[in-house]
């Protein structure tokens, strides 16, 4: 199984939907992430869980939300999805920083498109 | 605010060659450095790990060096195969405590032509 599995892997949604796309990780690290990334535009930070109570925005929370439902789960929802929301949205968890830090790791992505 | 920059956006190579992927960042106040791999449409692959105390760091064929005070990291590729082609990442993390997030550069697609 992979360390961090994302799913689904495609989505295809209409215009005002909701929807949620969800995240498990058997790294047993409490730091879990969600990115999008555009074309041109680079891997840019949603939201990030630094552990199973703590919530922060990123860079370009707004239309989105999440939830930590456990130290291995993190859903990312969007509430009424619009075109502009179609990415390549990616998963992540981390240790904490240090010299025996592993760094990142990152899930194979979920390819949203919004119609 | 950090910026992480990588330059050019695209290399084509023939097979065989050895080539160097740059990376520069504005903050040298950093935990340390990762190398990423992407395949089109996939995920990220972690490719290295530099702390801020290392100066470099191997796996195979791909070794990177990592110089905190010029802001630079090299990602260098010995003997390219067309497998190599793929967009090479550079992100770095920086702070310890809350701030402790990666910020990463656009990513430099490498072509290796057989």
């Known amino acids: 199984d992979a360390d961090v599995t994302q799913t689904p892997r495609n989505r295809i949604t209409k215009t005002g939907k909701r929807i949620m796309l969800e995240c498990s990780q058997t790294?047993?690290?409490?730091?879990m992430y969600w990115y999008r990334q555009d074309p041109g535009l680079g891997l840019r930070l949603i939201y990030y869980?630094?552990?199973?109570?703590?919530?922060n925005k990123g860079e370009i929370s707004d239309g989105y939300s999440v939830s930590r439902q456990a130290q291995a789960k993190f859903s990312l929802s969007l509430e009424s999805a619009i075109p502009n929301q179609t990415a390549l949205y990616f998963c992540?968890?981390?240790?904490?920083?240090?010299?025996?830090?592993?760094?990142?790791?990152f899930g194979s992505g979920t390819r949203l498109t919004v119609v | 605010k950090q910026e992480v920059t990588q330059i050019p956006a695209a290399l084509s190579v023939p097979e065989g060659e050895n080539l160097v992927l740059n990376c520069s960042f504005t903050?040298?106040?950093?935990?340390?450095l990762q190398w990423f791999r992407q395949d089109p449409g996939k995920g990220l692959t972690s490719l290295l790990l530099?702390?801020?105390?290392?100066r470099e760091q191997t796996s195979g064929r791909l070794n990177a060096s990592l110089d905190k005070s010029s802001g630079r990291s090299t990602l260098y590729i010995a003997a390219s195969q067309p497998g190599d082609s793929a967009t090479y990442l550079c992100?770095?993390?920086?702070?310890?405590?809350?701030?402790?997030?990666?910020?990463f550069g656009k990513g430099i697609t490498l072509s290796v032509r057989p």
């Open positions: 992540a968890t981390s240790d904490e920083p240090g010299q025996g830090s592993y760094g990142y790791t």
């Open positions: 790294k047993g690290h409490d730091r």
């Open positions: 869980s630094f552990d199973v109570k703590d919530i």
């Open positions: 903050d040298s106040a950093i935990y340390n």
């Open positions: 530099i702390q801020s105390s290392q």
């Open positions: 992100a770095v993390r920086r702070g310890a405590g809350a701030n402790s997030k990666l910020t």
